[in-house]
């Protein structure tokens, strides 16, 4: 073997395992089977070393399940519809498309060094025909099944892109694009029935013990289960149809405490004002600049019209609350209507305080004699507090108790009723822009809102749009956008709105199943390769993404594309942490941070500088960022150190949970690290076969430890701890006494427990100590119970109390000898100094006590 070349080992090995299909999954019922995924890229040109490690991660778990006879699969796509194509397309000119596929071209270039044991063959674009055509099908079959409905909604709506924005587009009031000032614009949009699964979404969450805890809490949180009364204030002064106010509220306990009523700016009563009023109207105009989310909403100035209504209050008809309409209620929680209780909320009291309500408190802390009114008291529901306007019964009780209690009240005297409701709300899929999947339905005049025929699909985008001007290019096709009505043949127009992109990747993982099938599935291989057995991807899309997939799971099932068992479609979640770098800067004239990338600076002992010597600002361990040009090129470290260095150290660093700093000098350890290990296969290849083996046992015991240690690890997720293992069992081979059989048995078996890790590296080694066929398939190591069991034991050696030595025994030695071997210790010789020993305790296997 000549030294270690990465450049030239690395191709070598990657020809070899495509021209032998290794990676490529096949269906074999005789095997079982593993499906491990990792979240799919957005193709926006480059890698970068957190996708390196997240696709590592996957590999090590792929290659391993493959060595242990599993049927891998194990594939790669690309989440490729979304604004940033389209922005690209405005400001460089060109079309999506191109910017898109030639981006893929790219990233799938820098993939493939990496050596990742990806089936290349099942690869997809969610932006090709093929692929969102047959989500276009799943969308007919979801509107027939009742899971998808149009309806009126309020949007984020920028007025000069003229395009609704999702709410993480929308910053500090305005659009993360245009700049422009965002509205709430009421429009016509398509949801799914996502609302339909919420009590389901929910209690699964209990069965998904191989998850993150945290993010099992997020979604609960998100989908936001809540017991609560449902009740109705009679209106006073009303127009006719507005007779009563429906309102739902989590305290009605404190319902006593009412001194205002309040509805959204978009509730029917505020609408029905808003036309007869100019004040109101201008005041609903002013809301509707505002914010759309809940935590903005909850920031902002809370602001107020009295509308001079008033309703009477349930539980004493006499007393008559003002009608508020408030910018800080929405009508996509609850019923958009809501009494204020300022005593006991924050936003309330805050609302009262600056138009002058009363804040009339309901209850005080146990044991208070009266409430402090300079500020709100919200105590936790389980804390016991002292109610002292009680709508059932005054007495100390927990919230819990109080509310219970309210509901039963309630529901006695007529006036309302328990219910139970969820925060979750339905999915508004609409996007109005081009680079989407299109909506598959049309507008026809007589017929109303018609599916596409499915033999019709895909409705394909078209390519010959232009970008010149803002909003949706589809409203300015005429020869796509007008077409024949596909169930009376008249003339009608297409839906130009486009899916969200999170429809796009809320399945990708069942078609890969099947990417090449003429339906969404292909049941057979659905039923054999899901669900998904090992997920992994960032706390980013804790909530979002994996709620709306595991609604689209339930969704399919019920359209005829999953088996039953598919429903939770991974079993199990790894959510890893960010790779990390620092960041170098100078600064200008004005001050402002001017930032420098890592191979324009030169470290030493005292600290960084530019290649010129001027000095640079240090801000250590931050996300990579291209902005910020704290980034590290894979392609760079692949050309300086090969792929499995990068794998390793990315491996190595730290718990796969946790943020990793890359450093250069941790690349350039890991490489010496791995030319010790090749400089050592050598050393063994070349032994003389007569080599004494009087370390033949001990060098077996360091191999089947290290086999269990790895094994566990990669089970575990604890890659660093298995790469620390192999560190050991490296060491061990380096100074065993064995003899060349046991020596080359030991590399091929090290080899094989560093193939997920470095598997380039691995299939030279293999080959050099005479392994068959290629390392990447051969059968995973298994340790021998027997050598993992430890025939002797070291005991600490303590001398009134105090440790004072050690000595390593068979673990079936007799006291009397493990007595006479202590005191002939040197340290227990040099400690005792001549004094009488009055008492020596034996305590097998586990401390020798020594009394003087």
Known sequence: MSRYTPSEIEPKWQTEWDAAGVFTAKVDPSKPKFYVLEMFPYPSGRIHMGHVRNYTMGDVVARTKLAQGFSVLHPMGWDAFGMPAENAAMEQGGHPGTWTYNNIDVMRGQMKPLGLSIDWSREFATCDPEYYGQQQAMFIDMLEAGLVYRKNAVVNWDPVDMTVLANEQVENGRGWRSGALVERRELTQWFFKISDYSDELLSALDGLKDWPEKVRLMQANWIGKSQGLQFSFETVNAPAGFEQIEVYTTRPDTLWGASFAAIAAEHPLAKALEAQNPEIAAFIAECRKGGTTAEEIETAEKVGFDTGLRVRHPLDPSIELPVWIANFILMDYGTGAIFGCPAHDQRDFEFAT???????????????????????????KSERVRYVRNVAGAEVKTGEQGILDAIALAEEKGFGKGVTKFRLRDWGLSRQRYWGCPIPVVHCAACGVVPEKKENLPIELPKDVSFDQPGNPLDRHPTWRDCACPSCGAPARRETDTMDTFVDSSWYYA??????????????????????????GGIEHAILHLLYSRFFARAMHKTGHLPAKAIEPFNALFTQGMVTHEIYLTRDANGRPIYHLPEDIIRSETGATLKDGSPVELIPSAKMSKSKKNVVDPMNIIASYGADTARWFVMSDSPPERDVEWTAAGADATFKHLNRVWNLSVKVAEMDEGTAGAGDKDLAKAVARATEDVTRAIEGFAFNKGIAALYGLTNAIAKAEASAPAMRQALRDLAKLMSPFTPHLSESIWAAQGGEGLCAIAAWPKADPALLVDDEVTLPIQINGKRRGEITVPKDMPASEVEKIALANEDVVRFLNGQPVKKLIVVPGRIVNVVI
């Open 511 to 536: 078609r890969f199943t099947a990417p090449r099938a003429t339906t969404p599935t292909d049941l057979a291989e659905a039923d054999y390769w899901m669900n998904v057995d090992q997920y992994i």
């Open 354 to 380: 600056k138009y002058g309500l009363s804040i009339p408190p309901v209850f005080v802390a146990e044991g208070a004699e009266e409430a402090l009114l300079s500020e709100p008291f919200v105590p936790a």
